[in-house]
């Protein structure tokens, strides 16, 4: 996979060591179709990416539809001549503050990662769902950060896809493709018929579990049995990992293993509103982990236990008296993996 942040420093660093006074570099990143380059203004460190359109024969209203915000401009341009490239049409996606740069980068990266992953799709719909991704982050995020509470969430999920791929180091990463929580599915986990769901509690706390609704735990023909994955962490100001730590962590072993799902995690990563560098500073110890499994005896609330015109009940469940439902942590990793 190319590394646009790793590009631009190269363009940066020989264009210091050449000592040129161009003031704007080039650099091809793809020579097939789409025939990609960026490029930097050495003055401002603005940044660009080129994509070939030249192809596409997209109309003005299809241009225009790009989503678009501050800080970022999408336009169509016709180069006689550009690096090695003759009469061609470029879109070009150009940052237009150099204070955004590091972000504007994972724009592009996006962007890069999709184009050349050579799905079967149309160019115009990659751009345009990466873009609108990143319009839609921008718009709901509104500067605001997880609370400590939802970021403890998020960590259980996090190491619980953490601890999977050490359990099966030769295994297709296929846990990226289980984890359905950040698509606001009502378990964290689903493979075929089994779900997993992530809870997190204080061992300060009483053993008590938040469920979000009556749907939470049914069991039906779509689920047919769900694994209750509990972790006792406690946040603290040094000892044990942020989500940050966990996010490179899982990174490198996606990378190494299989680059769709580091894709695939990156965009559910979008789904919560989290990019790097903003959940490194809470800790998170993890004292035990252990599971249970629902079963129809299982204390819960369902849909059929709720009066006509009842609904969205969240509760509490009381874990010290759930000792009979308790089973091997193991099986919750095994069984998302089995099938």
């Known amino acids: 996979m190319i590394n646009i942040t790793e590009a631009f420093r190269n363009l940066i660093e020989h264009s210091e060591q050449e000592n040129t006074k161009e003031v704007y570099k080039l650099k091809t990143l793809f020579f097939q179709q789409p025939f990609t380059i960026i490029g930097i203004d050495l003055i401002t460190m603005e940044r660009r990416l080129y994509i070939d359109i030249t192809e596409e024969n997209w109309d003005e209203e299809q241009l225009k539809s790009f989503p678009k915000w501050k800080g970022l401009s999408v336009k169509k341009e016709f180069f006689g001549k550009i690096g090695p490239l003759k009469e061609k049409d470029f879109l070009i996606i150009a940052q237009e503050t150099e204070k955004s740069e590091e972000i504007f980068e994972k724009i592009l990266q996006s962007l890069v990662d999709r184009i050349f992953e050579k799905e079967d799709r149309n160019l115009f719909s990659i751009i345009y769902e990466i873009l609108d991704r990143w319009h839609n982050f921008f718009r709901y995020k509104n500067n605001k950060k997880l609370s400590t509470e939802e970021q403890m969430g998020v960590f259980g999920e996090l190491y619980y896809i953490h601890n999977w791929l050490n359990k ?172």
């Open 168 to 339: 099966f180091p030769e295994e297709p990463p296929l846990i990226v493709n289980y984890w359905k929580g950040p698509t606001r599915h009502r378990i964290d986990f689903v493979k075929n018929n089994i779900g997993v769901e992530i809870k997190t509690m204080s061992p300060k706390l009483h053993e008590e579990i938040r469920i979000s609704s009556e749907k939470q735990l049914e069991l039906s023909t779509v689920i047919k049995k769900i694994y209750l994955y509990i972790l006792k962490i406690e946040d603290t100001q040094s000892d044990g990992q942020t989500i940050q730590d966990l996010i490179d962590s899982i990174r490198i072993k996606l990378s190494d293993r299989a680059p769709s799902s580091l894709m695939r995690f990156n965009d559910l990563l979008m789904e919560l509103y989290i990019v790097d560098g903003i959940y490194n500073d809470i800790f998170f110890y993890v004292h035990n982990e252990e599971t249970y499994e629902v079963t129809n005896q299982f204390p819960r609330i369902t849909s059929e236990d709720l009066p006509i015109g009842v609904s969205n009940v969240s509760y509490s469940i009381d874990l010290s008296h759930c000792k009979n439902f308790k089973i091997e942590t193991e099986k919750a990793y095994y069984l998302s993996k089995e099938g």
